[in-house]
């Protein structure tokens, strides 16, 4: 069955150092695939989104590109702040729409 | 503007209790899901419902009920039949078939058991 799995945390970093959050999925034709965020004590907020391959989805400075060839949807930002300290999710919808499937998330911490 | 709305955002139960969590949205989904969390763990669903007066189980319904008598309304009941039932508890919801759109959810409710 489809389902994503993402590199485990807890993830610390410095405040502008480089963030990779590594997600790739199993899924047969082409799922669209999300990243959620869930700052301290709140539900997840959608982050961004990509709904073909190779589509790049961009929101508050993250960036995620679809990867059909590498199945990957990997979670970049250039230079993280404190306020970036929060759970991230990697998330698939397949291909038919009925299904969606959670990645355990990545917990990130930026310090001063 | 639209969105989805749970209360109380803070419950304490205690045991022997059932305890009703609410879930409200106005965005005109029919499809509606609740989650648990626990800390430091993924989601895990409970139950979800595609239409008014119908809901599946999830992974984990043992010891929860629902009921959906309005597409606005989503209730979850944390019965005395769950034994752990301390977690974060989250509400979703999407269209039907959410492919490109996915869920939105709730800011949630944190159940504690005392």
């Known amino acids: 069955g489809d389902s994503v799995t993402q590199m485990e945390g807890p993830v610390t970093l410095s405040e502008e150092a480089f963030l990779t959050i590594n997600c790739t999925y199993t899924a047969t034709g082409y799922p669209s695939l999300f990243w959620y965020v869930q700052y301290p004590g709140e539900g997840l907020q959608l982050l961004l989104k990509a709904t073909k391959a190779d589509d790049k989805g961009s929101n508050k400075g993250f960036e995620a590109t679809y990867r059909k060839e590498t199945t990957s949807f990997h979670l970049e930002k250039g230079s993280v702040q404190v306020s970036d300290s929060a759970v991230y999710f990697c998330?698939?919808?397949?291909?038919?729409?009925?299904?969606?499937?959670f990645g355990t998330g990545t917990s990130l911490t930026v310090i001063p | 503007d639209g969105g989805i709305t749970q209360s109380p955002k803070y419950l304490f139960r205690k045991e022997g209790q059932n305890v009703t969590l609410s879930c409200e949205q106005n965005l005109n989904h029919d499809a509606m899901y609740w989650y648990r969390q626990d800390p430091g763990q993924g989601l895990r669903l409970i139950y979800y419902s595609q239409i008014v007066n119908d809901f599946q189980k999830g992974d984990i319904a043992e010891g929860y009920s629902v009921s959906r008598e309005k597409k606005e309304s989503f209730p979850l009941t944390v019965t005395s039949a769950q034994k752990n039932p301390t977690a974060f508890y989250l509400c979703?919801?999407?269209?039907?078939?959410?492919?490109?759109?996915?869920?939105?959810f709730g800011s949630g409710t944190r159940l504690t058991v005392v």
């Open positions: 998330a698939l919808s397949d291909q038919g729409g009925n299904q969606f499937y």
């Open positions: 979703a919801s999407s269209i039907v078939r959410p492919g490109g759109y996915g869920y939105t």
